[in-house]
């Protein structure tokens, strides 16, 4: 069939197939665009047959990977055109090139509304479904009235219903407001009475959306549902064409199957005995059969039918004949029948107790984890790892270490962490834990992040009976030839610990261990080399009686080391060679390290945190606590050294702790910010904090961290040593008696992002998460708060209050009292901008979780840029607009010193992030920016603003600016707030800073000016 | 939701895409270059499901051609591979067993024909011969769109002679 006509699209597309190879095809794609672009240019001699076809070039150029930068208008303009030849290439055309975002599709909405209202049929067709594949939020709000309309009208034909259905479906998804729920909510039960199917498959794509949004406000669909599936099931009344394979519409099987499991039960008894018989009959009446489309439609029903079974929680007897089904399926030979039961059982895991039965399957689940198909072997492993508990754990963690030396790459990392996990989680005896993460550094060094082996190590202090076994285990790996770095980092860690308790054995004398060690040496980077250092101090310590030689050795590694260029080397090196001078003292210093605290795996938490938040997955996480073994909790007995509750600053012990001081800071380590008594003979060499805050960046394990201990790991690092990743491990917090809640992550850094973009998380501690998602129309705003429960207890007595500054007009929707376990709450916030100002509004937020009152005083990210829309002028429109803003208060200009240093295009992104357009090309110095945009308040209007940087490649760290805009106060708080942003740094200290919530009654922190001007407030 | 569509010959030409979630030009180039080199890679006798970046690609293949369907991960999967199914027996009915060159020459036939099944990345029909009456009837509409030019340029010929 040739391309009705259009002969000159044919012979492109016959030309393009004869090119030989990429370059000619590129050659010819060239002239055909040059071509089209200068038809294009002179409009007025195409004919409509002409422009169709050259629209049409455009589309398959576009299609070949080609950049198609222009004739968009073209595109966009025929959907205007009069005929419908025309009109359906402009829909076509343009809803292939163009997104949702793209400008010119907003020129196109009037054009479509109007065929949307009109009464031609065909054209009705055409905009719906360019609106319901390529409609955005504007459309969304102009349309939906309309498109509702069609729907429910009764002189429409089905081709435009089931059109508008979906039209629906897709402003709803782009627009949750634009459906307004109680007018809505009958009209969607009505629908389901539909006769025609197309219709009716349609409404039952919107009424899953629907229900999954807000299925309260859609029960009376229920029993609709269910009426149509059983309808579907029996087959009856079904036209022969909504047949597949002689299955009644498979889809809308599905579908229906789908919009039931929103609703959380259902509880009038005759429905639900209705849908289980439903239920049972698709259970047991899918057969295997030859034809594959006729097998895949009906599984594709089956495992509907499965997820709804599981989500209703049937009688026991169901369930079974679930696990049933899909254990036979994980071992048939189709390829997709397997991958989907083995992802159906690791649902089903999530959602009941049948883990006792999926457990017999586990021979077969290990042989899917060899498949040749890696989409199965990636389902294998996550069954694996969610059935995985004590009982098996030894069986299947053995397994995926097998795995691991054959994976393929792109698996690896995922494996070791699930190694990681279930060994930490399931282990039934800490030899075994120690065994197989060995195993896996070994195997996988590269994968294992240092989260992993601080974990190993803390076990190992914490538990006095395997510290031997460790040892010897590190000696042996330590004998391989070639090691990865990270196991010479954790066995050089622990034989400066616990070689000593080998002594006796062959092969381990100080010496042997040090040489053994010492040859590890010149292989490792700069960042193990510290540990090696302290290892060797250690062993130098525990050879009793001092052994001349070794001595002689090791200080004189010390010495060369003394100056090394790396800082925390040469720190180190320095000190352990004063140390040693010191006799005893070195004793003190150097005695093993005491115990860790009782914390949360961070791996654990990590694994938790990446895992989606549905309420499914968190029953699984529930389950897996429960069961977890107690092989590896960290006891609290007493131990030869003591709980030292101070400076746990890496390998060293402070030296003149008294018992005295000991029970002083015991006593005061339940105060908030009782400085720790550490007498501390040496005055603090590195510490700023913000240097400390720095390091400790990589602090691995996330327990809640007092911020009383930092000022004494200040004190204390005259003596240690600057932390850094290996001691961070060591940074242990003291017993988390304190009362105060800490963020995760660090709060100005949020802020900081949130000033560059519209969604992020604003606030993240232990119990809960608020996300905040903006837009920002003009000079007004809408500002979505959302609260997150992380618990699986509900936080009470949530309170949220904006304090506004006086530029802005906040109105907050009402927030609930409670926020039930895992759910989240949604808090709309409306913002006008009446005048410039850089002024912030704080959230001041508090909530109780158990007896802990938290509150926290949030800047929130409605600032000054927000109401910026860049904007592009050309060299035409800027320099009369520069020049007629001639001085101030108009245009100021100011040098700005002390700027973060980056470059030209690090700031041309900082400024457009900001959106300050900046324009290139405007300014004839290369080394100045010139941006635009335009400025919205009440008070002002639109105001153009123009801003030009001049930059000395010389020194980065300054520059001169030059703001003007039509408003005085506007170009002033517009330079002041640029100039913060220039200035400010955005990674701020994690610990320094502590903009930390603080039980309600201390004053807020001074150091976040959010919350110091909440104060003021 | 399905969030687009490919249809990716054997040597790695794309025939159709369409995008129901936005994807700005660049982003669309590189799914395409990922996801060719995922799929065409993959040997015969393995499932139709490829897991990326978070989602799922359903693919079958049928002759030279791909047919690719990216959808949510917790989104059925084998009855998105019926909808491919289904297209390709409509556009089979439509050109009369069709093959790549009906594709490659009538690319804009497939969008008529993937418009008129799917909208919003959602079935809107299922019924096969509803879809050809469709088809059917845009085209006599252009037929007769064209049938009236040419008596219309008939008419003005014979005025001007």
């Not at chain 1, 220039?982 to 994690?990: E, H, V």
Request: hydrophobic share 40%; charged share 20%; aromatic share 8%.
């Amino acid at each position: 069939m040739a391309l009705s006509g259009m002969r000159g699209l044919s012979v492109f597309i016959s030309d393009i197939r004869n090119c030989q190879n990429k370059e000619q095809e590129r050659l010819r794609v060239d002239k055909e665009l040059g071509n089209v672009r200068t038809r294009f240019k002179n409009e007025k001699g195409l004919t409509p047959y002409e422009k169709k076809k050259y629209v049409w070039k455009m589309l398959y150029i576009y299609m070949l990977g080609y950049d198609v930068d222009f004739g968009h208008m073209e595109a966009v303009s025929l959907i205007s055109a009069p005929k419908y030849p025309e009109k359906q290439v402009g829909y076509i055309v343009t809803s292939c090139l163009l997104n949702e975002n793209h400008d010119f599709l907003r020129l196109a909405i009037n054009t479509v509304r109007n065929d949307i209202i009109g009464r031609n049929e065909t054209f009705q067709c055409l905009a719906l479904t360019l609106v319901g594949n390529i409609g955005g939020r504007e459309f969304a709000e102009s349309l939906a009235p309309d498109v509702q309309k069609l729907l429910i009208s009764s002189s429409c034909r089905p081709l435009v219903r089931k059109k508008a259905a979906l039209c629906l479906l897709r402003l709803f998804r782009k627009n949750p407001d634009v459906v307004n729920v109680d007018g809505w909510s009958d009209r969607m039960a009505q629908l389901l009475d539909e006769r025609d199917f197309g219709v009716l498959t349609s409404c039952m794509s919107l009424l899953v959306a629907l229900v999954a949004s807000n299925h309260e406000a859609y029960w009376s669909c229920l029993p609709k549902c269910v009426k149509v599936l059983e309808r579907l099931a029996r087959n009856q009344d079904i036209p022969q064409e909504y047949t597949y394979y002689g299955i009644p519409s498979p889809w809308l099987q599905v579908k229906t199957m789908r919009s039931l499991q929103y609703f959380p039960t259902i509880e009038d008894p005759s429905t639900r005995r209705s849908l289980f018989e439903v239920l049972q009959r698709i259970l047991m009446g899918t057969d295997v059969v030859k034809n594959v489309n006729k097998n895949n439609a009906s599984h594709a029903v089956l495992f509907e039918a499965l997820a709804l079974v599981m989500h209703l929680d049937a009688e026991k007897e169901m369930m079974s004949q679930c696990v049933a089904l899909l254990g036979k399926f994980i071992a048939v030979r189709e390829p997709n029948i397997r991958y989907l039961g083995l992802e159906n059982m690791t649902r089903m895991l999530m959602v009941t107790d049948v883990q006792d039965i999926i457990k017999r399957h586990q021979a077969q689940i290990i042989t899917s984890l060899k498949d040749p198909d890696i989409s199965i072997r990636r389902r294998a492993l996550d069954l694996l790892y969610g059935m995985c508990d004590v009982s098996n754990a030894k069986d299947i963690v053995e397994e995926l270490l097998q795995y691991l030396s054959t994976a393929e790459f792109v698996m690896r990392e995922e494996l070791s962490l699930k190694i990681a996990i279930l060994a930490e989680k399931f282990a039934p005896d800490l030899s075994w834990y120690v065994d197989v993460i060995l195993q896996l550094i070994d195997k996988a060094g590269d994968f294992v992040s240092d989260d992993i082996w601080f974990r190993v190590v803390q076990f190992v202090t914490n538990n006095e009976d395997l510290q031997p076994y460790a040892a010897l285990k590190s000696r042996e790996y330590l004998d391989k030839p070639a090691i990865h770095e990270t196991m010479v980092k954790v066995s050089s860690y622990i034989l400066g610990e616990y070689s000593h308790l080998l002594a006796r054995r062959p092969g381990c004398s100080p010496k042997e261990i040090f040489s053994l060690i010492h040859e590890k040496l010149p292989t490792v980077s700069t960042s193990t080399i510290p540990i090696l250092l302290s290892t060797y101090a250690k062993i130098l310590m525990h050879t009793q009686p001092p052994d001349p030689e070794l001595q002689n050795q090791i200080l004189a590694i010390f010495r060369k080391y003394e100056s090394c260029i790396d800082a925390e080397i040469q720190q180190r090196a320095v000190e352990y060679l004063e140390l040693s001078k010191k006799g005893a003292a070195l004793m003190d210093v150097l005695a093993e390290m005491p115990k860790f605290p009782e914390r949360q795996s961070s791996l654990i938490k990590k694994a938790e945190d990446t895992e989606a938040d549905t309420a499914e997955q968190s029953a699984i996480r529930l389950r897996t606590q429960q069961q977890t073994s107690n092989a590896l909790a960290v006891t609290d007995q007493p131990s030869a050294n003591g709980t030292l509750p101070v400076s746990h600053l890496g390998l060293v012990k402070v030296p003149s702790m008294t018992n005295a001081d000991r029970n002083l800071a015991d006593q005061r380590e339940s105060e908030p910010d009782g400085t720790l008594t550490v007498v501390d003979p040496q005055p603090p060499s590195v510490p700023s904090p913000d240097v400390l805050g720095d390091l400790l960046g990589p602090l691995a394990i996330e327990g809640p961290q007092p911020a009383a201990t930092l000022p004494a790991h200040n004190l204390s690092s005259g003596v240690g040593i600057a932390p850094n990743a290996e001691d961070a491990l060591a940074l242990a917090p003291i017993e988390e008696q304190t009362a105060t809640v800490q963020p995760i992550g660090n709060i100005a850094e949020r802020f900081q992002a949130l000033v560059l973009k519209d969604s992020g998380i604003l606030y993240e501690d232990p119990y809960i998460q608020i996300g905040t998602k903006a837009e920002w129309r003009a000079h007004h705003g809408r500002l979505v708060l959302f609260l997150g429960n992380k618990n699986t207890a509900p936080l009470v007595s949530v309170q949220a209050l904006i304090l506004p500054p006086s530029h802005l007009r906040i109105e907050l929707s009402l927030v609930p009292e409670t926020i039930p376990p895992r759910a989240q709450v949604q808090c709309p916030l409306e913002v006008v901008n009446l005048r410039p100002s850089r002024d912030v509004a704080v959230l001041d937020f508090s909530y109780n979780f158990g007896a802990q009152l938290v509150n926290v005083k949030l800047r929130l990210p409605a600032i000054l840029n927000k109401f910026l829309q860049p904007i592009t002028v050309s060299a035409e429109e800027f320099f009369p607009q520069w020049r007629s803003l001639s001085g101030p208060p108009l245009k100021l200009q100011e040098v700005v010193r002390g700027v973060r240093p980056m470059s030209l295009l690090e700031m041309t992104n900082l400024f457009n992030s900001l959106r300050l357009m900046v324009c290139p090309g405007l300014d004839p110095n290369a080394n100045n920016l010139v941006a635009s945009t335009t400025f919205y308040s009440d008070s002002t209007r639109a105001m153009l603003c123009l801003v030009r940087i001049e930059t000395d490649p010389a020194d980065r760290t300054q520059l001169r600016m030059t703001v003007a805009s039509g408003d005085p106060t506007l170009t002033f708080e517009l330079k002041e707030f640029i100039k913060e942003q220039l200035i400010i740094i955005p990674t701020a200290p994690t610990a320094a800073a502590p903009p930390v919530p603080q039980p309600t009654s201390s004053s807020p922190p001074v150091s976040d000016p959010g919350a110091l001007l909440a104060g003021l407030l | 939701m399905i969030h687009f569509v490919l249809l990716i010959s054997r040597q790695g030409k794309v025939r159709l895409t369409k995008w129901y979630s936005p994807y700005s030009q660049k982003e669309r180039t590189k799914v395409i270059r990922e996801l060719s080199g995922m799929i065409l890679t993959r040997g015969p006798k393995l499932c139709n499901f490829v897991e990326w970046r978070g989602y799922k690609v359903v693919y079958k293949r049928y002759a030279s051609l791909y047919f690719c369907m990216c959808i949510d991960q917790e989104d059925n999967e084998l009855e998105v591979l019926e909808i491919i199914h289904h297209f390709v027996e409509i556009l089979d009915r439509y050109f009369g067993s069709v093959c790549e060159l009906d594709l490659i020459f009538n690319f804009h036939k497939a969008y008529y024909i993937l418009d008129e099944l799917v909208i919003a990345g959602e079935l809107q029909e299922s019924s096969k011969k509803t879809v050809a009456r469709l088809i059917a009837a845009q085209d006599s509409l252009v037929e007769a769109a064209k049938e009236e030019a040419s008596s219309l340029s008939n008419i003005i010929a014979q005025a001007t002679k």
